[in-house]
Every structure is written in structure tokens, then in C-alpha cells.
């Protein structure tokens, strides 16, 4: 669903991402992992169509993010770690603007459901400008869902959630990988991305050092027990590993 070849950027001369390859199959859900710096935002831009690749091609559902953007667009959903709402419509509006930008008809009775999921059922009236930025959080993450996106890719999404939003942003996510979508969400909290994730792409100064399961990475690993946490091998990757698999 999303496949990324040879992806490399470079700001000015720093090179933030480099030849970076990997895809995300229909119903994963993919851990980007790295320390600061590692190039995780780059490439989840990148893949949003929001950054130019310097080298590389990245498609989305088959279309070349940069050759067919609004085809590519259309289907995949960007929620970045501080998402931009306008200050001066509602959140019921910015369900309806995000409704006519993709197209989507007869969007109430998802758009109600979605809300109530993330408890902002009672804040359809209020402005943005009036919410928390946890509860603008949300409203991004409802207007993610609200054209049923194939590919869905979240920067540091539980950075501001409460526990109950967390958690229905799990069940959300955990339903539309069920149902077919390539999940991307980057984090550093290891401990919670470990019930979600399927693989995991772990990114040191924007180069690949890990890809693949959990058990696949720990395979590559030596002097860890199997049952290893998510943070164990996170720890033991980055510190000995060599860029590889
Ligand atoms: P973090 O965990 O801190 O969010 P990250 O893995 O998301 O980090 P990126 O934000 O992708 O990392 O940054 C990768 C590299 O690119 C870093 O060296 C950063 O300084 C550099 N970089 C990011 N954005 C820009 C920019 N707009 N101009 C120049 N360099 C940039």
C-alpha cells in the first residue's frame, strides 16, 4: 500500500534521510522508531507529499506521490504532531470542509460516531481556537478518519492524548488496519506502540538499521532473551547494531 524506494533528503547539505527503502502492506501497522534527528518526521512528510524527495520514488496505493499527487492524496491521511485547525470555524466545520475537500457524502452519522469516540461529542459548536490541544489533536484525527484513508500516517500521535483517547485511537486504528489500511505512526514511546505495531522500521541518522517483526528484529540481535521488550531492543539496535536487514 505504501512503498518507498531509494528515498533520500537533503536539506540545504545535511542529508536527513538516506536511500531509504521499505513498504507497509495492506492491514500492518508499521513502528517508525530512531532517536531525535533520525529522520522520521522527513519521511513521513515525505510519503504526505508535503516534502519533495531529493532522490527516490514513494507511491501511495500504486500512485507516485510526486507524479500523481491528488490520486495519492486522496487516499492516505497525514496527522502530523501539531496539527494547524482554523482558529475560526467549529469543529462540526472542519468536519464539513474536510468532507468537501475528499469528497465524501453523507459523512454525518461517521462524523457523529467519530466524535463521541474521541469524547468530543458535546464540542461540535466550539471554535477550535477554544479547544485544548489535546481536543485539537483529536479533531485532526477525526478529520483523518473521515475519508476512510487507505494509507494513514501519524507523527507522535499519543503525545498529547489522555489515557481514554490513547486507547480509542488504538481501537481506531487496530479496525482500520483490520479493514485493510497501512498504518505508519511514529513514536517514542516505546511501552505503548508495542500492542499496536506489526513491524517496525528502526531509522538511525536517516538510514534503515532495522525492518521487519518484532521476533525478526530480535533474530538479528544477539545477547537478548526472547521475550525482550520493544524498549530492550530498541536500545540494544541503536546502541551495537549495524545497518542492515
Ligand atoms: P524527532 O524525534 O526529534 O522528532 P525526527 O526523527 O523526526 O526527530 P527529522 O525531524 O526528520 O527527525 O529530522 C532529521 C534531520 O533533518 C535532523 O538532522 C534535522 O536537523 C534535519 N531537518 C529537519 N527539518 C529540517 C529543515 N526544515 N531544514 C533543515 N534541516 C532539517
Known amino acids: 500500500m505504501i512503498r518507498v524506494e531509494h528515498l533520500t533528503k537533503v536539506y540545504d547539505r545535511r542529508v536527513a534521510v538516506d536511500d531509504l527503502s521499505f513498504e507497509v502492506r495492506p492491514g500492518e501497522v508499521l513502528g517508525l522508531l530512531g532517536p531525535n534527528g533520525a529522520g522520521k518526521t522527513t519521511t513521513l512528510r515525505a510519503i504526505a507529499g508535503i516534502l519533495p524527495p531529493t532522490r527516490g520514488t514513494i507511491t501511495v496505493a500504486g500512485h507516485d506521490i510526486v507524479g500523481a499527487p491528488i490520486a495519492a492524496k486522496s487516499r492516505l491521511a497525514w496527522i502530523p504532531d501539531d496539527p494547524h485547525l482554523f482558529a475560526s470555524l467549529t469543529v462540526w466545520e472542519h468536519l464539513e470542509f474536510t468532507a468537501q475537500v475528499y ?8 462524523g457523529r460516531a467519530l466524535l463521541a469516540r ?3 461529542g458535546d464540542r461540535a459548536d466550539t471554535l477550535a481556537d477554544e479547544l485544548s490541544r489535546g481536543m485539537r489533536q ?9 475519508h476512510d484513508p487507505e494509507a494513514l500516517l501519524l507523527d ?3 503525545t498529547g492524548l489522555d489515557p481514554r483517547g490513547i486507547r480509542s485511537l488504538y481501537e481506531v486504528l487496530r479496525e482500520r488496519a483490520a479493514s485493510g489500511a497501512a498504518v505508519v505512526v511514529s513514536s517514542h514511546l516505546l511501552a505503548q506502540l508495542e500492542s499496536l505495531c506489526t513491524r517496525y522500521l528502526i531509522l538511525v541518522s536517516g538510514k534503515r538499521l532495522f525492518f521487519g517483526s518484532r521476533d525478526e528484529i530480535l533474530a538479528q540481535l544477539e545477547g537478548l532473551r526472547g521475550d525482550a521488550t520493544l524498549e530492550e ?3 540494544h539496535a541503536t546502541e551495537r547494531g549495524a545497518v542492515g536487514a
Open 103 to 110: 469528497g465524501v457524502r453523507d459523512w454525518h452519522d461517521t
Open 118 to 120: 474521541f469524547d468530543l
Open 138 to 146: 483529536k479533531v485532526a484525527t477525526v478529520c483523518a478518519l473521515l
Open 156 to 158: 507522535e500521535p499519543m
Open 233 to 235: 531492543i530498541f536500545f
